[in-house]
């Protein structure tokens, strides 16, 4: 697993100061975005050299928790498949130092080319690099 850090800010939660659900979209892509950058390949890359889109066609989460103002979180993130045209990572949250998981989730993102869009086989270089976080779930 890869885990960040983030603390449950006042832009995040309602007027009961409990997190608005749509925010935890922003924790998800902090820690996905920090994975990519773990495995020396940040976005810039991605975009810049390799010539790619990663666009999300799906997105699930289920809330286990509630999540306060001011909570400090662990956002993990791992891969859960590699596919041939798309790449699975699954987010678990938890309060910092608990066990009890806070939310879950998981996106599919799919392999674009930039220029055209069109649908394309994971990079090799892709699916090394994000192999050192796989831990494939059963489907």
């Known amino acids: 697993l890869f885990t960040i850090e ?5 832009c995040d939660v309602d007027a009961a100061r409990i997190i608005f659900y749509g925010a935890y979209i922003r924790f998800f892509e ?17 975009f810049d050299e390799i010539d790619l889109w990663l666009p999300r066609v799906h997105l699930e989460c ?14 993990s993130v791992y891969v859960g498949r590699i596919g041939n045209k798309s790449i699975r990572l699954n987010f678990e949250v938890r309060r910092k130092g608990e066990e009890e998981l806070v939310a879950t989730a998981h996106f599919v993102m ?8 069109e649908s394309v086989p994971v990079p090799d270089l892709l699916r090394q690099r994000l192999s050192l976080y796989l831990k494939p779930v059963e489907i």
Not at 110 to 117: E, L, S
């Open 6 to 10: 983030e603390r449950v800010r006042w």
């Open 30 to 46: 902090i820690a996905e975005t920090e994975l990519f950058r773990a495995v020396g390949l940040p976005y810039s890359v991605i």
């Open 62 to 75: 289920d809330f286990h928790r509630v999540a306060q103002l001011d909570d400090l979180l662990e956002v």
């Open 110 to 117: 799919a392999v674009v080319r930039k220029d055209t869009f």
